[in-house]
Each structure stands twice: as C-alpha cells, then as structure tokens.
C-alpha cells in the first residue's frame, strides 16, 4: 500500500533553515508529481509547492516563492522541501502529498505530517 | 488566485441525518474540485475527485455534485465516524487552492 512518511521537522529561530524529506513507498514513485501542504495550528489547508514526477517542473504557493525550494531524488523514492529565511507564519504541520495524475491535480494519499515550530 | 468558499463553517447534525457542504470558486473551475475529511491530529482523508467521483474504498453515503463554480458534498446519513473536518480544493490552476473547512459535529 501507498506509504509517505515525513521527517526533519522540529523547532527552529526565525530566519533560519530546514529541511523537510517524504520517503515514500509502494507504488512507484517516478511515474507521479509530488506536493507539499501545509496546515498551521487550529487553521485550514495550505497548498505549498509541487514538484513534476521527472523533477523538471516546480510551482509555489507566493507566500513561500523564493525561500522554499522542492526537489526530489526518484533513486531514493524521496522529495524534499528546504525551507529558508522562515518566519514565525511558517508554523505548521507539513504534509507531503501524492497528486492523483496531472501534476496538478486531487491529493490521493498524504503522509502523517511533520510539524515546524519557528520561534524565538 | 481562485477563492474557495465553503459553507457552513460548522454544522450540527445527528446520526442518520442528510448532511449537505457547499463549496463556491470565485472563477468558474470546470469540475476540477476535490473533497477531503480530516479528524482532529490526523491527516487528510480523499474523498472525491472531479467534483463527483468517489475515490475507491470510500461509502457511498457520500457524493459529491456541481459545476462550475458551485458545488456540493452530500453524506446520506450520517454516521458516528463522519465527524469531522471536511475540505474542498480546486484544481484548475495555480496555486491550488482550498476551502476554509466545514467542521461537522454531533448535535
């Protein structure tokens, strides 16, 4: 079965680094384009950033353009967030996401999250 | 960036009740419209894709309606494990974007 699981979250001062990585497993990781989503505490969902299947193509949420940058490594059946420059607004539990099939699309599996505390 | 609207915020309902979830794009977004459930402290859940197909494994007491910029999320009756949050998302463009939420509670 489809399996994302998240790690590298944690507590961070603002204007520092992170980076976050999904592993992912059963099915096969090259053939799909990839998310991030986010949610802050008590709050709604929050479209990210997504990544092509083959790594060439990104899009980001405006809130994030130019401090977050996804990528993936389909040897390693893993997609990456590295977050710059964050803010206390970046809290959050993190999400990666399968998209269904377009490459902007429906989220068919989510991981369980990995949650980015930015605090002083 | 298209505004997802959904309404109500928060409904009260009881077991065996039709339960009813609007959800309004700013722009028209074809039926390029997903639904998810979320419980407290977990992840998402898929439920429906292009405004009314039902993703696989999920009961068919729920369905999902529209067009355009109007859509609905129906659940037939109501069962104790659908408490919860549930969210629309458009796909026509980006950045995607998704609802505010309906939180669904026992009356």
């Known amino acids: 079965q489809v399996q994302l699981v998240e790690s590298g979250g944690g507590v961070v001062q603002p204007r520092t680094s992170l980076r976050l990585s999904c592993a992912a497993s059963?099915?096969?990781?090259?053939?799909?384009?990839m998310h991030w989503v986010r949610q802050a505490p008590g709050k709604g969902l929050d479209w990210v950033a997504v990544?092509?299947?083959?790594?060439?193509?990104?899009y980001y949420a405006d809130s994030v353009q130019g401090r977050f940058t996804i990528s993936r490594d389909n040897s390693r059946n893993t997609v990456y967030l590295q977050m710059n420059s964050l803010r206390a607004e970046d809290t959050a539990v993190f999400y990666c996401?399968?998209?269904?099939?377009?490459?902007?699309?429906?989220?068919?599996?989510w991981g369980q999250g990995t949650m980015v505390t930015v605090s002083s | 960036d298209i505004q997802m609207t959904q309404s109500p915020s928060t409904l009260s309902a009881s077991v065996g009740d039709r339960v009813t979830i609007t959800c309004r794009a700013s722009?028209?977004?074809?039926?390029?419209l997903a639904w998810y459930q979320q419980k407290p402290g977990k992840a998402p859940k898929f439920l429906i894709y292009?405004?009314?197909n039902l993703e696989s494994g999920v009961p068919s007491r729920f369905s999902g309606s529209g067009s355009g910029t109007d859509f609905t999320l129906t659940i037939s009756s109501l069962q104790p494990d659908d408490f919860a949050t549930y969210y629309c998302?458009?796909?026509?463009?980006?950045?995607?974007?998704f609802g505010g939420g309906t939180k669904v509670e026992i009356k």
């Open positions: 059963g099915f096969t990781f090259s053939n799909y384009p």
């Open positions: 722009q028209s977004i074809s039926g390029w």
């Open positions: 990544i092509s299947s083959d790594g060439n193509t990104k």
């Open positions: 292009d405004a009314s």
């Open positions: 998302q458009q796909y026509d463009s980006f950045p995607l974007t």
């Open positions: 996401a399968r998209d269904r099939v377009r490459g902007y699309d429906a989220f068919d599996n």
